[in-house]
């Protein structure tokens, strides 16, 4: 993995590579209140793998998406330094870069379920300790409500 400044990647990107399976995904308001997501509900799945040759993908998915049902909020409009999931399903790949010092991550989706969401660049802080990635984003959502977003990820043995 090549870090932002050219050099081969530390300790952090090291860390970073491997295969990750969704453990909770909340949004919460600027008071600490926890704000309902409806597209891809309260205790989605998921799935992120960053290789070691810079590449990335993420998948999410509602757990009680069905075949022929309707989801809740299924043509709700992506939220700010988000992407849109579409049916309970939001799915994206591309190229990531990695900042050492700070611990960001900046990834540029090369291909997305939304297609509004194909060649847009997102940085991302994340902290691992263990077998366990956490990032916190702001974004708003679908109601406008802007909320800070925690995901938190188990690496996958």
């Not at 409806?38 to 990335?56: E, I, K, N, R, S």
């Amino acid at each position: 993995m090549v870090a932002t400044d050219g050099s081969v990647a530390g300790a952090f990107g090291a860390a970073l590579v491997g295969t990750w399976e969704l453990v909770l995904r909340e949004d919460r308001t600027g008071a600490g209140a926890l704000h309902p997501e409806p597209t891809l509900g309260a205790t989605p799945t998921g799935l992120l793998v960053y290789d070691a040759g810079g590449h990335f993908c993420a998948q999410f998915m509602r757990r009680d998406r069905i075949a022929g049902a309707t989801v809740a909020g299924a043509s709700l409009p992506a939220g700010r330094n988000n992407s849109r999931a579409i049916d309970g399903y939001d799915a994206y790949f591309g190229r990531y870069t990695v900042e050492e010092l700070t611990h960001t991550v900046t990834q540029t989706l090369d291909g997305a379920l939304a297609m509004e969401n194909v060649g847009i660049v997102v940085t991302r802080r994340m902290e691992i300790v263990g077998d366990e990635l956490t990032l916190r984003l702001p974004t708003t959502a679908a109601d406008g409500t802007e909320v800070v977003r925690t995901l938190k990820w188990r690496r996958v043995a």
